[in-house]
């Protein structure tokens, strides 16, 4: 069984680019979550796709974006960067959106803008 | 706004001594906390959970106690160990909002020879 996988590890992007991140959820899980932890802070939960459909968002504006494929593989779009979108960018896999069980993480990308 | 709190940014505590971490949340709708540890250059990996509907849950040196009308958990290591030195998060969510966490700003955790 293989575990949630990101990339890429580490990214340095200008500012006014933009990025996509990529994840890939645990064997048998089918709802993904992407977080952005910034410097001394936990993870913020960005949005959560649960069979390629958006199911639910967080405090981020628009230019954050996502898709889910049909594997259950996720993509994290950022347009338009800026500084203060540098963070580890962290994706979640579980089982199912609905129930309370554990969410399992990917070791993150480091996303530096400059 | 934040809805789960970590007050205490760092927490240093001999090996084999009890390490405490506590966590308050403002949110009356959360009803399902977890713990999670991070080490450096590492994704958070989870260590247990605990539903509203119970107050304690335990898995070998790992427990967690939950004052619902205290809005309050708080995490026991016994005995401390070298290894268990990370930074802890604790997360909260809802019911049928499984995986939409919200986190504190967590403790870093040193156990100390």
């Known amino acids: 069984e293989t575990g949630v996988t990101q990339s890429p590890t580490h990214l340095i992007k200008t500012r006014g680019q933009q990025v996509t991140l990529r994840c890939s959820s645990q064997s048998g899980h089918n709802t993904v979550s992407w977080y952005q932890q910034a410097l001394g802070q936990g993870p913020q939960f960005i949005f959560q796709y649960y069979r390629e459909e958006e199911n639910g968002r967080g405090n981020f504006p628009p230019r954050f974006s996502g898709l889910q494929f049909p594997n259950y593989s996720s993509e994290l779009n950022v347009n338009a960067l800026e500084l203060d979108d540098s963070a580890l960018y962290l994706c979640a896999s579980s089982f199912r959106r609905d129930s309370n069980t554990e969410a399992f993480f990917g070791q993150g990308t480091r996303l530096t803008v400059v | 706004d934040q809805q789960v709190k970590q007050n205490s940014p760092s927490l240093s505590v001999q090996e084999g001594r009890i390490s405490i971490l506590n966590c308050d949340y403002t949110?009356?709708?959360?009803?399902?906390f977890l713990w999670y540890k991070k080490y450096p250059a590492e994704g958070p990996t989870f260590l247990i959970s605990i539903s509203s509907i119970k107050d304690k849950n335990e898995d070998g040196r790992f427990t967690v106690f939950l004052n619902k009308s205290a809005k309050h958990l708080s995490l026991h290591i016994v005995p401390s160990q070298p290894g268990d030195s990370a930074v802890y998060f604790c997360a909260a969510s809802r019911t049928g909002t499984a995986s939409k966490l919200t986190f504190g700003t967590g403790t870093r955790l040193q156990v100390t020879l």
């Open positions: 949110n009356s709708m959360f009803d399902y």
